[in-house]
T-cell receptor, first 111, second 115 residues
């Protein structure tokens, strides 16, 4: 799996968009970008994934650069409940092996 | 359709006792993964199992730890002769056969405290 780099922490005001970056410069052609988050004391939760096109679901949007070497997870209107550690993971979709979690980005949403 | 069920949610053991953590995967899921999270640290992979088989145990400590996923019943993570350093949150995830990472579902974890 390609290695990812994320900032250790970020702050965001409630109601504003939270933009969480992830660098994955060694990503392979068949590897997707997946995002998970872990709210305090809970198990990780899948958010969204994408290959090269931008993706949007009810939770977030994912913007992947044209060269696929970086991506941004966007929470359009952050709430206090979005305070969590966000993990960016890159891997091939047919890989059933274990997920490897890095250190992630600790997002603090403040009132 | 219940999610991944882990029990107990909280477990307190004295040093030297055994801890048994249970994980019931989602219905139809044949793969189970165990992770450990020490206080203020990230999730560390421990073991990956399919029914009656251990596929990858590269993250399991060499001694005192074992895991199983029998043909019937939940997956069990067993820690013998617990020590204070085993205090952590233990998370289980399950996925169906051939699912990508978006198919993983995590349980709420078991918090083990060794006193």
């Amino acid at each position: 799996d390609a290695k990812t780099t994320q900032p250790p922490s970020m702050d965001c005001a409630e109601g504003r968009a939270a933009n969480l970056p992830c660098n994955h410069s060694t990503i392979s052609g068949n590897e997707y970008v997946y995002w998970y988050r872990q709210i305090h004391s809970q198990g990780p939760q899948y958010i969204i994934h994408g290959l090269k096109n931008n993706e949007t679901n009810e939770m977030a949007s994912l913007i992947i650069t044209e060269d696929r070497k970086s991506s941004t997870l966007i929470l359009p209107h952050a709430t206090l409940r979005d305070t969590a550690v966000y993990y960016c993971i890159v891997r091939a979709p047919d890989n059933t092996d274990k997920l490897i979690f890095g250190t992630g980005t600790r997002l603090q949403v403040f009132p | 359709n219940a999610g991944v069920m882990q029990n107990p949610r909280h477990l307190v053991r004295r040093r030297g006792q055994e801890a048994r953590l249970r994980c019931s995967p989602m219905k139809g899921h044949s793969h189970v993964y165990w992770y450990r999270q020490l206080p203020e640290e990230g999730l560390k992979f421990m073991v990956y199992l399919q029914k009656e088989n251990i596929i990858d145990e590269s993250g399991m400590p060499k001694e005192r730890f074992s895991a199983e996923f029998p043909k019937e019943g939940p997956s069990i993570l067993r820690i013998q002769q617990v020590v204070r350093g085993d205090s952590a949150a233990y998370f289980c995830a399950s996925s169906p056969f051939n699912a990508g990472p978006d198919g993983y579902t995590f349980g709420s974890g078991t918090r083990l405290t060794v006193v």
